[in-house]
Nanobody, 125 residues
Framework: QVQLVESGGGLVQAGDSLRLSCAAS?????????VGWFRQPPGKEREFVAA????????YYADSVKGRFTISRDNAKNTVYLQMNSLKPEDTAVYYC?????????????????WGQGTQVTVSS
């Protein structure tokens, strides 16, 4: 069992940066799983943002964040990060981290077994 807790969200202006953290606890270390970040804008469906596999550490990004966001993990701290640069108002959403090892695509919510409670990111223009 893995518990995930996100932090680092807040209110920023367009062009600013934020780093989200996702601390994992429980019996299983985060290094055993692929990890992902998703977001849910107001009134919209949850959407994929970024993912990092546990074998080879391959990274995947949504086109909307490619070149601006970076996903990383610190296995020693059992923590996953999402560095967000050049933020835009359309990045406003609740951001969720997830961990899992499913058989579907890492960009799909069904790939992940564990989810955090989310952290709000608001970008003003």
């Amino acid at each position: 069992q893995v518990q995930l807790v996100e932090s680092g969200g807040g209110l920023v202006q367009a062009g600013d940066s934020l780093r989200l953290s996702c601390a994992a606890s429980g019996r299983t270390f985060i290094s055993s799983y692929a990890v992902g970040w998703f977001r849910q804008p107001p009134g919209k469906e949850r959407e994929f943002v970024a993912a990092l596999t546990w074998i080879g550490s391959a990274t995947y990004y949504a086109d909307s964040v490619k070149g601006r966001f970076t996903i990383s993990r610190d296995n020693a701290k059992n923590t996953v990060y999402l560095q967000m640069n050049s933020l835009k108002p359309e990045d406003t959403a609740v951001y969720y981290c997830a961990a899992g090892g499913g058989t579907t695509n890492v960009e799909l919510t069904t790939f992940y077994r564990y989810w955090g409670q989310g952290t709000q990111v608001t970008v003003s223009s």
